[in-house]
Nanobody
Framework: QVQLVESGGGLVQAGGSLRLSCVAS????????MGWYRQAPGKQRELVAV???????NYVDSVKGRFTISRDNTKNTVYLQMNSLKPEDTAVYYC??????????????WGQGTQVTVSS
């Protein structure tokens, strides 16, 4: 069993900042990628940012220069620092990890989501 516990969401004014955290625990041998996705009402879920085991990061264009993803492998934790937030960043943010235990293949797992609301 794997658990992902997200925290850090909330309500913030435009231009403000929030920091999301996601801690992975349970039957984990290694984690390949850790990322954040978001889903706004009426829209499809989209990738926001991902960080791979080697530290390579990717961001959706709309958050480049404003958001920073990082991970602490000693704590199986991924962070998303969100600065200069805009109302269009309002969404439920989901943590996503690719992990493996005894199997050689990786499994994808999702967190329960945390709401981020940016007021104008």
């Amino acid at each position: 069993q794997v658990q992902l516990v997200e925290s850090g969401g909330g309500l913030v004014q435009a231009g403000g900042s929030l920091r999301l955290s996601c801690v992975a625990s349970g039957s984990i041998f290694s984690i390949r990628t850790m990322g954040w996705y978001r889903q706004a009402p009426g829209k499809q879920r989209e990738l926001v940012a991902v960080v791979r085991s080697g530290g390579v990061t990717n961001y959706v264009d709309s958050v480049k220069g404003r958001f920073t993803i990082s991970r602490d492998n000693t704590k199986n934790t991924v962070y998303l620092q969100m600065n200069s937030l805009k109302p269009e960043d309002t969404a439920v943010y989901y943590c996503n990890v690719e992990y493996r235990y005894f199997s050689p293949s990786y499994t994808e797992y999702w967190g329960q989501g945390t709401q981020v609301t940016v007021s104008s």
